[in-house]
C-alpha cells in the first residue's frame, strides 16, 4: 500500500524554525517527485514546493522562497520541509503528496499541522 | 502568474448532475487534474489528464476540458459527494503547481 506520513508539525513563534518530514512506503519512492502543499485553516489548497527524482530541478512558490528548504533523502524513503522565517500566514495543514507522470497529485498525506503564533 | 478561477459554490439536487467549472487562460492546452477534499481529511484524486479517472473512481465522476474551460461532472449525485473540489495544473513556464480557489458541492 502507497502511504505517505507527515510529522514535525506543532506551534512556533514567529520568526522561529521548524522541520517538517515525510516517511514514505509501499513505492519506489527515489523515481518520483515530490511536493509540498498546504492549507490555512478554512481556506483552499495552496502550492508550496516541488523536488524531483534525483533532487535535481526544486522549485518554490513566491510565498515561502528563501524560507524554506525542500529536500530528500532516498535511502531513507523521507522528504523534507525546512522552515525558517515563519510567519502568521505559514499557519496551515501541510501535506506532502506523490506526483505521477503527468504532474497530478497521486497519493497524499494525512498533513500536519503548523501554528505560528506567540 | 497563472490563475484557475473556481465558482465558490454549487449545489445539485439528489440524484441530479453536478458541473464545477475550472477557467484559465487556454486550458484546454494543459493537463488537468481534480480533486475532492472532504471536512477533516486528505485530497483525493478524482480525475487526472483531463478525463481520466484512477482507479477506485467511480465512473459517475467525468471530466472534460477544452478552450478557456475544464468541467468536472458528476451525476448521479448522492450526499457523500458533498465536498470541496480542486481543479489543478502545472505551470511549465514556472514549475509551479496552480491549484483553483476550490468550489464547495452541497448535495440537497
Known amino acids: 500500500e502507497v502511504q505517505l506520513v507527515e510529522s514535525g508539525g506543532g506551534l512556533v513563534q514567529p520568526g522561529g524554525s521548524l522541520r517538517l518530514s515525510c516517511a514514505a512506503s509501499?513505492?519506489?519512492?527515489?523515481?518520483?517527485?515530490l511536493h509540498w502543499v498546504r492549507q490555512a485553516p478554512g481556506k483552499g489548497l495552496q502550492w508550496v514546493s516541488s523536488i524531483s527524482s534525483g533532487s535535481s530541478s526544486i522549485y518554490y512558490a513566491d510565498s515561502v522562497k528563501g524560507r524554506f528548504t525542500v529536500s530528500r533523502d532516498d535511502a531513507k524513503n523521507s522528504l523534507f520541509l525546512q522552515m525558517n522565517s515563519l510567519r502568521d500566514d505559514d499557519t496551515a495543514v501541510y501535506y506532502c503528496?506523490?506526483?505521477?507522470?503527468?504532474?497530478?497529485?497521486?497519493?497524499w498525506g494525512q498533513g500536519t499541522l503548523v501554528t505560528v503564533s506567540s | 502568474s497563472y490563475a484557475l478561477t473556481q465558482p465558490l459554490s454549487v449545489s445539485v439536487a439528489l440524484g441530479q448532475t453536478a458541473t464545477i467549472t475550472c477557467a484559465g487562460y487556454?486550458?484546454?492546452?494543459?493537463?488537468v487534474h481534480w480533486y475532492q477534499q472532504k471536512p477533516g481529511q486528505a485530497p483525493v484524486l478524482v480525475i487526472y489528464r483531463d478525463t481520466n479517472r484512477p482507479s477506485g473512481i467511480p465512473e459517475r465522476f467525468s471530466a472534460s476540458n477544452s478552450g478557456n474551460t475544464a468541467t468536472l461532472t458528476i451525476s448521479r449525485a448522492q450526499g457523500g459527494d458533498e465536498a470541496d473540489y480542486y481543479c489543478q495544473v502545472w505551470d511549465g513556464s514556472t514549475g509551479w503547481v496552480v491549484f483553483g480557489g476550490g468550489t464547495n458541492l452541497t448535495v440537497l
Open positions: 509501499g513505492f519506489s519512492f527515489s523515481t518520483y517527485a
Open positions: 503528496a506523490r506526483v505521477d507522470v503527468w504532474v497530478q497529485l497521486d497519493c
Open positions: 487556454n486550458i484546454g492546452g494543459k493537463n
